[in-house]
């Protein structure tokens, strides 16, 4: 039996637990507060900052894995090249997870080293360089720490007067050491998507057809799959995501996100992990969810193929207000709904707008998205 250590325990990482003890594997639950999401269903759990490197050597030392998988960017990372040479798979590799925990390198390596199509940037680590960089760049321009998740510390900045408000939040918002932001083009596109793509041991890369997605502040509220895409785009998309997977190295799902132009497609980000918008997967879109894949890829399982088989929508379950317990939920009137889901994340407490639980609709491929994406998003306001 292969013992997984999992780095960050929230409802990614929950889903990525439950595939995994599907197929008989022993997973430790690691993140920096108890009872975490994925704590709930692992065999044990260990409670520690990820940043701190001598608490994670610790661990790994104690439980003795044959695997490590992150879920969360703000690790130690340097410490997981030690593990590395010591015999210990990391997944995808150390060298994706060090790279894609810092939008700097990430963004250096897509642009500079692979020639991708990307926003304009520049980068600052004071007020006074932020405003030069945001001359070069022009306005409006995002602006964004390059260490952190869910959309923490970004803002659109449309004029001058705006870029301190931005400068402190995004420095607010940074996780980790670095203390650095990213200023880039505004990008005006017509949509933005993720295109999973699979990595393997023993086998090519492959891709799940294109997630639409939403986002508020650069934090993800509803998803649906499929999405249209022209096929000149999403080839486009395909070999950009195979180019940067591939020098990243390593076996995972990863979670590459783009913007769609009158022009083409544009590479934003990517994540070497479960995607937040690739939930829609357990809406029976696709024969395997994200989960189940990053588990057949991180244990060289194989992977026959990836079909889609339903339209399928999901939509966040956002908290209301402040609570230090788990909030209580109605469940009634989204399950009088038929094919339609509800999970659960079962974080222990809430605050403003945290992620609860998430409402996955799904149906006929002929129908199409449109309706099933207004039907999670009136449900999930039902529940919280």
């Known amino acids: 039996m292969k013992k997984i250590l999992l780095l960050g325990s929230g409802e990614l990482g929950k889903e990525f637990v439950i595939a995994a003890k599907r197929a008989g594997a022993y997973v430790v639950a690691c993140d920096r507060y108890d009872n975490a999401p994925a704590m709930q269903v692992a065999d044990e ?22 695997i490590i998988v992150p879920e969360i960017e703000a690790i130690r990372t340097e410490k997981l090249f030690e593990f590395e040479r010591q015999g210990i798979q990391v997944t995808p ?8 925990m810092n939008r700097k390198a990430i963004r250096d390596l897509a642009a500079r080293d692979l020639g991708l199509r990307t926003a304009r940037y520049r980068y600052a680590t004071t007020f006074e360089a932020l405003e030069e960089a945001s001359r070069e760049i022009g306005f409006p321009c995002v602006i964004k720490p390059l260490m952190s998740s869910s959309g923490h510390g970004q803002s659109v900045v449309r004029e001058p007067g705006g870029l301190r408000q931005a400068f402190d939040d995004a420095m607010a918002g940074s996780r980790g050491d670095v203390k650095e932001v990213i200023v880039e083009e505004f990008i005006r596109f017509n949509a933005e ?5 699979v990595t393997q041991k ?8 294109p997630i639409g997605h939403v986002q508020v502040g650069g934090d993800y509220r509803e998803s649906w799959q499929p999405f249209q895409l022209s096929e000149k785009n999403l080839r486009e998309a395909q070999d950009m995501a195979r180019k940067v997977t591939g020098a990243l190295t390593g076996a995972g799902i990863w979670g ?8 083409g497609v544009i590479f934003s980000e990517l994540s070497p992990r ?3 918008t690739g939930m829609v997967t357990l809406a029976h879109t696709t024969n395997l969810s994200e989960f189940e894949l990053h588990f057949r890829a991180v244990m060289g399982l194989p992977i026959a193929g990836i079909h889609l088989e339903h339209a399928g929508a999901s939509a966040v379950v956002l908290a209301k207000e402040d609570t230090s317990c788990p909030p209580e939920y109605n469940l009634k009137d989204a399950l009088l709904e038929d094919r339609t889901r509800v999970r ?4 222990p407490d809430a605050h403003k707008g945290r992620r609860m639980g998430v409402v996955l609709c799904y149906g006929d491929l002929a129908d199409g998205t449109d309706v099933l994406r207004e039907r999670a998003k009136r449900l999930a306001a039902t529940v919280l």
């Open 193 to 197: 998507f993720t295109l999973l793509t």
């Open 202 to 209: 023993n086998g090519p890369t492959l891709f799940c057809p």
């Open 45 to 66: 759990r260990e409670v520690f900052p990820m940043l701190d490197g001598d608490a994670l050597a610790a661990a790994v030392e104690k439980h003795r894995p044959d």
């Open 344 to 347: 659960i994340f079962g974080k």
């Open 256 to 263: 590459v996100e783009f913007f769609v132009a009158d022009d």
């Open 93 to 100: 590799s150390a060298k994706a997870v060090n790279y894609t």
């Open 274 to 276: 479960p995607h937040d």
